[in-house]
């Protein structure tokens, strides 16, 4: 009788063993199979946003073109909000591009933003330290505006010493942001902005040299008005 009962005990013993070990052996293989499918899934994400990616790059250049003909369509018609807007966008996927840069400045000056179209242009001339055109000439502009005559001065002169093409690199340069009714302005870049010039001088208290940038000024005055008439 007691030995029945041992071997019933051993028995008994012997099942919730095998029955642990099979429970054992069963959550190990599910857990490894669980860590496959996770690692198999996490490999899927990766190559997925891996080929994102890789598209996205690959359609950049288009994209950002794309945009630049909105923001040019948007300032034809003086949507100069929509205008800001893309501009924005360009510089969030190209934090260095030169004409979105440039066509902000412009929309802040037609918006009377002044210290943002500084901002704007100050990083235009960051980007390109030769320039002698649109941007130099707006910020002569806008610090005029702000009566700030030495930063004025500066900027117009970076023009004003550019060499005999300065003139048609200027007008270039403005008709490339300008159009219809606005382009005219390019025609009398020059004069303008020797204007403003002499008149800062005078500002300054430097006569001399407001004398000599005023016979310039008269000269490119009679220039335009032969072009006109």
């Known amino acids: ?127 390109n330290p030769r320039d002698r055109g649109a941007a130099s000439y707006e910020l002569g502009k806008a610090y005029y505006a702000k009566k700030d005559y030495q930063k004025a001065i500066d900027s117009f002169e970076r023009i004003r010493q550019g060499g005999p093409h300065v003139q048609a690199v200027l007008e270039a340069d403005i008709l490339k942001y300008r159009h219809g009714r606005e382009g005219f302005r390019s025609l009398t870049s020059m004069q303008t902005m020797l204007g403003d010039l002499a008149d800062a001088y005078r500002h300054m208290g430097n006569s001399a040299q407001a004398a000599e940038v005023q016979k310039e000024y008269v000269y490119y005055k009679n220039k335009h008005s032969a072009v006109l008439f």
């Open 1 to 127: 009788m007691d030995n029945s009962k041992k071997t019933l005990d051993h028995s008994h013993e012997h099942t919730k063993d095998c029955a642990c070990d099979h429970s054992h052996d069963h959550n190990h293989e599910h857990g490894h199979e669980h860590d496959h499918q996770f690692l198999t899934r996490g490999r899927r994400w990766f190559l997925s946003v891996l080929m994102v990616g890789a598209l996205l790059v690959l359609l950049k250049p288009f994209i950002l073109g794309q945009m630049l003909v909105r923001v040019t369509s948007y300032e034809g018609s003086f949507s100069y909000h929509n205008v800001i807007r893309i501009c924005h966008k360009i510089i969030a996927l190209d934090r260095d591009n030169i004409e979105a840069w440039t066509a902000l400045g412009y929309a802040y000056m037609d918006t009377s933003r002044l210290d943002k179209a500084i901002a704007a242009f100050e990083k235009v001339l960051a980007l």
